[in-house]
């Protein structure tokens, strides 16, 4: 019975031994080791990058969705608004207030209001450019053509309100099914 007991710790000690780690020293990492280590390194921070950007691209959207939202509401450009001076005479116009009035000497730059609005316009999905004619002078927008719904009228005056120079939109769009 001893000598069992004693073989058994003998054995014993013999398996915790080769459980131990060797002291052979480590070898560096090939250079092909590395390049894969970087590349899934630049890969993870990638990914973070483009998560945080596409977070941040929502947050913006969302802001400038409220701002419109707001000035729809501030210019009342809502569709009861714009239908209601649809009714009265066809048109619909909104002035800029609190805007400073220009020195005199100024030279309202008419082609450029023009194409900042048409930029505008082409950026924004439910508009279309090529739909909506837009005339500038000295500061006063004229919109002229067709919208698919009333809502977009009122829209289409805010991106030409909320430009330099404009202190004044004259809507003679239409609503066209």
Do not use: H, Y
């Not at 459980?19 to 080791?33: F, I, L, Q, V």
């Not at 691209?57 to 000035?71: F, L, P, R, S, Y």
């Amino acid at each position: 019975m001893k000598k069992s007991i004693i073989l058994l710790s003998a054995l014993s000690l013999a398996f915790v031994g080769c459980g131990k780690s060797s002291d052979a020293p480590k070898t560096e990492p090939t250079t092909a080791e590395k390049a894969e280590a970087a590349v899934k390194n630049a890969a993870a921070k990638t990914g973070d990058a483009i998560e945080n950007a596409a977070v941040k691209t929502k947050e913006v959207a969302i802001d400038a969705k409220d701002a419109v939202a707001a000035k729809l509401v501030e210019w009342k450009l809502t569709p009861s608004d714009i239908k209601a001076d649809l009714e009265k005479g066809g048109r619909v116009v909104r002035t800029k207030t609190g805007t400073a009035v220009a020195k005199s000497g100024e030279v309202f730059d008419n082609a450029r209001v023009v194409t900042v609005i048409n930029a505008k316009l082409v950026g924004d999905s439910q508009l279309s450019a090529l739909k909506i004619n837009v005339d500038a002078d000295q500061g006063v927008v004229t919109l002229k053509g067709t919208v698919k719904s009333v809502e977009l009228i009122g829209r289409a005056i805010t991106v030409a309100l909320d430009t330099d120079g404009v202190t004044q939109v004259v809507s003679l769009l239409t609503v066209s099914m």
